[in-house]
């Protein structure tokens, strides 16, 4: 089974109702993959990605220094605070990066307006603002450029990826009170979207062969998730060895789909795959179901992971339920993995 395909120029057209039931439907992956993106894209991702071993690398000191308590980790730099699902302890295998992305709504923005972080005064873990590195770190000195021109990038087609879900949703999904251009609106105005960057480690003693020992099987808990492909590299080579694919036909990300199934998903270097979350499941009253995913590591040494993903989600005070907005459904789930 393999995702459904379609091009940039064909989403923005407007693709058919039975293209986005094959994509998101009950007998569906709950994926899309995106190609003929612009030129600048494929580039970009490699800069990016490349940038994200740089990062991993730097010393424990200058790590500690990009570290958020306040925001449960979720700003900046993030490695052994969340919970391995098999192992039940730290997960060191891999380190992430966290970015606010409400610089995609105003330039000006790092993280929450003032406005919602006086009415959220509690909810850190998506009012805290950005933490970059030192610009005059050695090879670190354009990340926070290339970040925000990547993540924008991610946005502006995931804007495209929702414009389709919101027809499709509203004519076939059977959502009573649909609003009108509902994921769109989220996808394009939310200042509570955030980034992922993340970096696998080489093989360690902490992967014990358990198909989900990179990442423990989890939802998203966004609306939409943009994913670049992985980028594999061989460390023993340089931070910045990239190789042309994955050198173990068995790591990488799995997908179990709407009838149980385990299937593996290769995304090319040049595309991009929007996969459904746990908030557009609650929103559309579980007709839209959340993705549940893992990705397995390889047994192969020095061979590190890297990817982004972006995670689009609504501000905090949208509702996501009868009981709950998303600062309050965030909150549960992101205690659930602390």
Known sequence: MEPVTVSLKELTKGVRDEVLDQAFG??????????????????LRLEVLQLASILANLPEDELKQLESEESMWLTGWSCGKEILSQLGKPDYNKGSYYINCAFHKDSKLEGASAETKSKFENFKTYT????????????????????????????????????????YIAKNVGVTNYPTGFLKRIVKNSTSTKARLLHYYPKNEELDGNDDDWCGT??????????????????????????????????GLYIRNRHDEIVKINIPSDCLAFQTGSALQEISRGKFKAVPHYVKGTKLSSIARNTLAVFCQPDLDEPVNDNENFAQFAERIVMGNH
């Not at 021109?149 to 879900?165: F, G, K, R």
């Not at 808990?221 to 042309?244: M, P, Q, R, V, Y």
């Open 26 to 43: 009950p007998d569906s992956l709950g994926i899309i993959v995106i190609k003929d993106l612009p030129k600048e894209f494929e580039k």
């Open 218 to 251: 989890h939802v998203d808990h966004s609306c939409i998730t943009g994913l670049t492909s992985a980028l594999f590299l061989d460390e023993s080579k340089g931070l910045t060895h990239n190789l042309s694919g994955s050198p173990d036909a068995e790591a």
């Open 128 to 167: 805290t603002w950005n933490i970059w590195p030192d610009g005059k770190l050695k090879g670190l000195e354009e990340f926070e450029v290339k970040c925000k021109q990547l993540c924008n990038m991610i946005i502006d087609i995931a804007e495209e990826v929702a414009n389709n879900c919101d027809g």
